[in-house]
């Protein structure tokens, strides 16, 4: 069992900056990916950027450069750094944790943070 808690997210202009947080508690030694997606209005969830358990990261093709995934010390927490951020970013963003230990398999979600923007 996983527990995601999400903040972060706001209004901001065009050009404007960012930072979400997901913080992770329970089993988190099972988790083995941890990532962000995002969901606009009548738009499918989409993924937004993933870290994976050895330190490895993926972004979708229309965030590179503008965004970055991280996590802090203790590897219960990831970041969502949103720079350079555009009209179409505007979406709600939700926290992913994927378990998947000693054959057990599952996906947690958070509650989702609002993010837009607008001028």
């Known amino acids: 069992q996983v527990q995601l808690v999400e903040s972060g997210g706001g209004l901001v202009q065009p050009g404007g900056s960012l930072r979400l947080s997901c913080a992770a508690s329970?089993?988190?030694?099972?988790?083995?990916?941890m990532g962000w997606y995002r969901q606009g209005p009548g738009n499918q969830r989409e993924l937004v950027a993933a870290f994976t358990r050895s330190g490895r990261t993926n972004y979708a093709d229309s965030v590179k450069g503008r965004f970055t995934i991280s996590r802090d010390n203790d590897k219960n927490t990831v970041w969502l750094q949103m720079n350079s951020l555009k009209p179409e970013d505007t979406a709600v963003y939700y926290c992913n944790a994927h378990y998947n230990w000693m054959g057990r398999e599952n996906d947690y979600w958070g509650q989702g943070t609002q993010v837009t923007v607008s001028s």
């Open positions: 329970g089993d988190i030694f099972g988790i083995s990916v």
